[in-house]
């Protein structure tokens, strides 16, 4: 089980040790007792006591930060921007180096440490604010070789630096360790993720802790199927104590729900099925914070087959068109994901009529195949008097999503921040058909409003006769 210090409980079936539930760190502990409480505990410590509290990590780190019990060979820590990755980083190489042997020959740490560049290791890695460095005591902190860069603790244990550029240049070192930042970034990951392997062959039990924000990359999602692979997750939000309040005012505003932010603050996995026809990057390209005066308004939906608590969810997109100018200058823009799990027929069909109140829209588009004449008469009990458009299906999933992703692609359909959900499914569609879990019921929806909007709507040319 994977362990999410967002919440506190498992996140997932993974191949991975949980850690214990509700565990908090002595500081958290100490943070949330009461002030005679706090001054107790201060005035039991020592001079020496107080002077080594700062760097004793088990009582500052967060569950995430703190390896996993158990047998492992890669430890993985998942986690938005600003979460506490590099400090679990620089600290779990601490317990690695100052835990070893005094200078016998073959018997000391030694340790790679592979960034995207050498800059990047060696100014967050070692020099930065959470690298080694910053995060050692006085008397255990390493020197920094810079003409053979690499550190070289008091007690003899070594870490050399290494860039994902090079992957040749873990060709012939060996470690008994190894710590790898932002795998999923690095542009030659798969070669250079393959020469650590062979590298990691000293000592009983060789390990490494990568920490990373999820990219949906293949070498991460190899590592992550990885029997002996652990994992740790937490988002930016887990570590907001140390952070800006101005930041995260910033990104919350800025990404909360959408999925970059889902991504790079929640931490997250963004699965994007192989040949999607909406790709991440189209979808980042999407984005917007405004929306213009719009011409037309619709609320698509894609109803359920069946009509309870356990049905699959109901599509309901809502979708505007400013149609000015010639039609290539027409844009759209996706104002709102209304999807939801409805316990009746009656229940969805309010959920789409309020959407389109509140946007102003001037119809209705249902598609039928399922429901045919109820879907009508279902919409139809809860307001008699609204346009409804239905719609039927004569081609595949994949065909009518098609020239959909297509406008995508020219940059003619743009989404308001918040539709996550809907982006998901989006990216699980390929030009051989669904590719994610369930129905894609938002996509369904999305694509109906669109041809309603872009694709039926947009004027034909007429042929042009020759005479002969």
Not at 166 to 178: T, Y
Request: aromatic share 6%; charged share 25%.
């Amino acid at each position: 089980m994977e362990y999410d210090s967002g919440t506190g409980q498992g996140a997932g079936e993974t191949k991975s040790t949980s850690m214990p539930q509700g565990l908090r760190s002595g500081a958290a502990w100490i943070a949330s007792a009461d002030a005679d409480v706090q001054k107790r505990f201060l005035d039991d410590l020592d001079e020496g006591e107080l002077r080594a509290l700062p760097f004793l990590f088990e009582f500052w780190a967060m569950p995430h930060q703190l390896p996993p019990e158990g047998t492992w060979r890669s430890w993985v820590i998942l986690g938005g921007r600003g979460a506490g990755k590099s400090r679990a980083g620089s600290e779990w190489v601490r317990a690695q180096v100052e835990g070893a042997r005094p200078c016998d020959p073959g018997r000391c740490s030694r340790l790679a440490l592979v960034g995207e560049t050498y800059d990047q290791v060696r100014d967050v890695m070692i020099f930065g604010e959470s690298g080694i460095l910053a995060c050692s005591p006085p008397d255990r902190r390493p020197e920094w070789q810079a003409s053979r860069r690499r550190l070289v603790w008091p007690n003899g244990a070594e870490a050399m630096a290494f860039s994902a550029g090079d992957p040749e240049a873990l060709r012939g070192p060996q470690f008994d360790g190894a710590w790898v930042d932002e795998l999923a970034k690095w542009k030659r990951a798969e070669a250079t993720w393959d020469m650590l392997q062979f590298a990691l062959r000293l000592g009983e039990d060789p390990r490494v802790c990568v920490t990373t924000t999820p990219r949906n990359v293949g070498v991460l999602k190899r590592l992550l199927d990885s029997p002996s692979t652990v994992t740790t997750h937490a988002p930016t939000e887990a570590n907001r104590a140390n952070l800006a309040e101005s930041f995260l005012e910033e990104v919350r505003a800025r990404y909360a729900g959408t999925r970059m932010g889902r991504q790079e603050l929640d931490g997250l996995m963004m699965g994007e099925a192989e040949g999607a026809l909406w790709t991440g990057a189209m979808l980042a390209a999407a984005q917007v914070d405004a929306v213009p005066e719009l011409d037309r308004v619709v609320v698509a939906v894609d109803p359920p087959v069946t009509g309870h608590a356990g049905s699959d969810e109901c599509g309901i997109v809502v979708a505007g068109l400013r149609a000015r100018g010639p039609v290539q200058d027409w844009r759209a823009y996706v104002l709102e994901d209304a999807s939801l799990r409805a316990a009746s027929p009656v229940q969805w069909a309010e959920a789409a009529i309020a959407a389109m109140e509140r946007h102003g829209a001037d119809r209705i588009v249902a598609e039928v195949n399922q429901g045919g004449d109820l879907v009508e008469a279902v919409v139809r009990q809860v307001d008699p008097l609204v346009p409804l458009k239905q719609v039927r299906a004569v081609r595949g999933k994949a065909a009518r999503a098609e020239p959909v992703a297509a406008l995508y692609e020219q940059g003619r359909v743009l989404h308001v921040r918040g539709l996550g959900a809907l982006e998901d499914q989006l990216a699980q569609m390929t030009r051989q058909g669904w590719e994610g879990l369930g129905s894609p019921d938002r996509l369904d929806a999305l694509v109906w409003a669109l041809h309603e909007l872009m694709l039926s709507a947009a004027p034909r040319k007429k042929p042009q006769l020759r005479v002969l």
